[in-house]
């Protein structure tokens, strides 16, 4: 196989050809694209700086990073990693919204729900093209959470340049076995992320199912930077439930809660709406309730239906 059949595969020069037709994409950004998706373990591993050739690349990118694109207004510093790169927290029902679709999606300039100056597109085409790929913020670490088989990658072209380049850490999946998984997940207290990137045509692609330890967005909110959004949640303690087991608090993956004085007590701010203490508490004693200061949820039917609704009215 030559150097131009390795680059120009039939999902790369799709993705090429929706890169093409996406606006404000330049150049860089489709480099970075490619880069992204090709060499996803690299890329995360420097990112994270786990892999050996961090310190040597990680300059590199941040280079390539500035002369992606003019800075815009309202972005911070150079436009910000977390501008470009960043997640949405969803709820379990949420979730499995988003591997459940089964028809085309098209929600653009989502600023309330993904509050973010850049890529904050929901486009889903082919939404029943599913692949799980092997995590690479959970591959970069000497000793990583099981199992591997949590990242989806969700519609086109975005699935089929995975499984093309990543023929060994990637495979074709059914929506069902997409919720499985997020069950599974969700059982093991990791938290549901929407992932939406620049780089990946200014879009949501795809979910991960994010461990505290192993996550690099998750590393990243704990130094500063901040790359995560909130459900658009909060939990609530019942305190007549409630028995202060701290079950609950040793379960929080943004350690939003704590049992100071004989009952729970959940940090607003901290608080992301993931619902891992929900599942959590033998007593039942905590629910997700909607919080009208947090940006509102990434709940693709309702999205949807309202832009329908929207369009009906004129």
């Not at 501008?83 to 929600?107: D, F, I, M, N």
């Not at 998984?181 to 929407?194: D, M, N, Q, S, T």
């Not at 508490?281 to 709940?299: F, I, N, S, T, V």
């Given at each position: 196989m030559g150097i131009k059949d390795l680059l120009f595969r039939p999902a790369t020069r799709a993705f090429f050809q929706e890169a093409r037709r996406c606006k404000d994409y330049s150049f860089f950004d489709l480099l970075h694209g490619y880069i992204y998706g090709r060499w996803p373990y690299l890329y995360i591993g420097v990112g994270v700086g786990e892999h050996p050739l961090a310190r040597w690349i990680e300059p590199l990118v941040r280079v390539l990073g500035r002369l992606r694109r003019p800075k815009r207004r309202g972005e911070g510093?150079?436009?910000?990693?977390?501008?470009?790169?960043?997640?949405?927290?969803?709820?379990?029902?949420?979730?499995?919204?988003?591997?459940?679709?089964?028809?085309?999606?098209?929600?653009?300039?989502?600023e309330q729900i993904i509050p973010y100056a850049r890529a904050r597109d929901l486009?889903?085409?082919?939404?029943?093209?599913?692949?799980?790929?092997?995590?690479?913020?959970?591959?970069?670490?000497?000793?990583?959470?099981?199992?591997?088989?949590?990242?989806?990658?969700?519609?086109?072209?975005?699935?089929?340049?995975?499984?093309?380049?990543q023929p060994g850490r990637a495979r074709w999946i059914s929506s069902q076995e997409a919720q499985?998984?997020?069950?599974?997940?969700?059982?093991?207290?990791?938290?549901?992320?929407?992932?939406?990137k620049d780089a990946m045509l200014n879009r949501f692609y795809a979910i991960c199912n994010c461990c505290e330890c192993c996550c690099g967005a998750m590393q990243a909110m704990r130094n500063g930077n901040p790359m995560l959004a909130s459900s658009g949640y909060v939990s609530r303690v019942d305190a007549d439930l409630c028995i202060a087991c701290q079950e609950c608090a040793g379960a929080c993956p943004f350690g939003a809660i704590r049992v100071p004085h004989g009952m729970a007590e959940v940090d607003r701010e901290r608080c992301m709406g993931c619902g891992v203490c929900v599942s959590t508490?033998?007593?039942?004693?905590?629910?997700?309730?909607?919080?009208?200061?947090?940006?509102?949820?990434?709940?693709i039917q309702t999205l949807m239906q309202g832009a329908l609704a929207r369009a009906a009215g004129g």
């Open positions: 510093g150079d436009g910000g990693f977390a501008q470009g790169y960043h997640g949405k927290v969803v709820t379990p029902w949420a979730a499995r919204q988003l591997v459940s679709v089964g028809e085309p999606v098209r929600l653009e300039n989502l486009i889903l085409k082919n939404p029943d093209h599913i692949v799980v790929l092997q995590c690479p913020c959970r591959s970069a670490r000497a000793e990583p959470c099981t199992p591997l088989e949590v990242c989806l990658v969700i519609g086109e072209p975005f699935a089929s340049f995975i499984a093309e380049h499985d998984i997020l069950e599974a997940e969700h059982r093991r207290g990791h938290v549901h992320h929407a992932f939406f508490c033998p007593q039942g004693a905590l629910e997700l309730m909607r919080a009208a200061d947090k940006c509102p949820p990434l709940e």
